[in-house]
DNA sequence: CGACACCTTGAAGAGGTTCAAGAAATGTGG
DNA sequence: CCACATTTCTTGAACCTCTTCAAGGTGTCG
């Protein structure tokens, strides 16, 4: 069975985590990224490392690069050279056609990896946006692929990024094959909550960090029917809506919109 | 730029390849699979390897696995082991909910890899049905993991893979969040159409391998729609259609629809 | 040759889009 | 810090595309 509503994650829930992860400044070395310090490792990193895989995987994602609010963090046709890790922030993924269609791919939050379209070109074939000021760790690929030649955790885990990838993206293809708006927007806003909360957040309240617009063009709906969808759903008393601000009032509602699909038996 | 109806392949193109590989029976080993025999190497192997890594490559090809049409190869749910290259024969995938949804998310050709929805959670999310008589040659993941370590032309090309497959899924996304009836069904079958002549087939006509009923499952349509949208191109004089036979007459046409998306300027 | 699956076509209807206008929030510059 | 410009969001009404329901046609296979 398939849920669209699940996480792209498959790891263990972290119910404590705030978001901001603490570099010790001991040594030279301190201002670089440690995983080993992240308290978003278990969200990126594979499990059951020793202290010496750690650090060489540390190694690796030495670099850390700041993203402005609404600045690209790679675009379309760019060379290809590294993942990305999200440290802190929120990214949307769209691809841009020359005869203007845009479609945004997928909305991407701390712990999240992006830049994986890139590989099978060397070149990227979508934008990655910072929907707000952002902070990631940069992987390169090469050394990637290295260290996850000697470090059996780290290829499996690499595998397992890409496949969690192409299933995620199975659920949206169900989403846009099958949903009406109602059941989208459903869908979307528990994937969404669902995701926070295994960051720490609220199971109930969220912030979008997203126009109506993207998601819209994430549905495959128009901004109004967006729009006209959460008005539907406040008037229903499923939700609170105050523009970006978003309160899940009864979240077995919006689980039953999205799977409420029972045809009558002939 | 991104082009839906472009291949999931990005490799060569093989004009006179026939689909059928030679199995030379020179010694006690003839039997099985040999990728070095293997006139579909070029889109299921990476190139530039050595007579030594290709033969231990072969290993772990090493054992075929016939599906008679309507079979699964796989089903949502079986614990995931091997990857299966297709040798011969037509797949579709699809995945289905417990509320009796169901989307087609692919249909795969000779040389296509499919089985990667199952590394993430070691099960299988999906159903690789084939839709035509089909052979396919098993590849244990955990061999394939083992031999990547070790042949970084091949590391990289499961990398590859995996990436493409994102990136097709990706346009797929454009297709049912952006187009309409017409847009999806040019799409559809420029990109069939595209695959079939990088296998030696012919760049005009084809038979289709699937009903209407998964073609609209694919493209989000109901079976009626791609009916009528067929018929639409018929009396255009785009194609011509007898039953699952169809011959694109004028392929520029098809081109038209999909990239006709200019908006007037305001 | 008859049963079954698949495909086509018509007519009515629903859901989403488009166009338009106004309200609410956000950002900017004086 | 406030006024103004801009972006974003909401809502209404008309329209259009695709779906639904229905019936008949075509092809296939035991």
Same mark, same amino acid.
């Given at each position: 069975m398939f849920d669209v509503t699940q996480s792209a994650l498959g790891m263990g829930q972290?119910?404590?985590?705030?978001?901001d992860a603490k570099i010790l400044p001991? +040594?030279? &070395?301190?201002i670089k990224v440690a995983c080993s310090n992240c308290n978003l490792r278990e969200l990126c990193m594979p499990m059951g490392l020793n202290a010496d895989e750690l650090q060489r995987i540390d190694e690796v994602v030495a670099i850390r690069r700041k993203v402005k609010r609404g600045v690209r963090l790679y675009s379309n046709g760019e060379k290809f050279a590294s993942l990305y890790a999200i440290r802190t922030g929120f990214f949307k993924t769209c691809i841009t056609t020359e005869d203007g269609r845009d479609q945004v791919t997928g909305f991407q939050m701390a712990g999240e990896i992006i830049g994986?379209?890139?590989?099978? +070109?060397? &070149?990227?074939t979508c934008n990655a946006v910072a929907l707000e000021d952002a902070e990631v760790c940069v992987m390169p690929f090469d050394r990637i692929e290295e260290l996850s030649r000697e470090i059996t955790a780290l290829q499996r885990h690499v595998h397992k990024i890409m496949s969690r990838e192409i299933v995620r993206e199975h659920g949206v293809m169900l989403l846009l094959g099958s949903m009406r708006a109602e059941e989208r927007l459903a869908a979307f806003l528990l994937n969404l909550v669902q995701r926070l909360h295994a960051r720490g957040f609220s199971q109930s309240e969220l912030l979008l960090r997203m126009t109506r617009e993207e998601i819209g063009s994430y549905l495959g709906l128009k901004l109004e029917t967006v729009s006209r969808t959460f008005s539907k759903f406040v008037e229903d008393g499923i939700v609170e809506v105050k523009q970006r601000h978003v309160r899940i009032m009864d979240t077995s509602a919006l689980k039953l919109i999205v799977n409420n699909n029972q045809q009558p038996c002939p």
């Open positions: 972290r119910p404590d985590a705030t978001g001991m +040594n030279s &070395h301190a994986l379209d890139g590989i099978v +070109n060397d &070149h990227h």
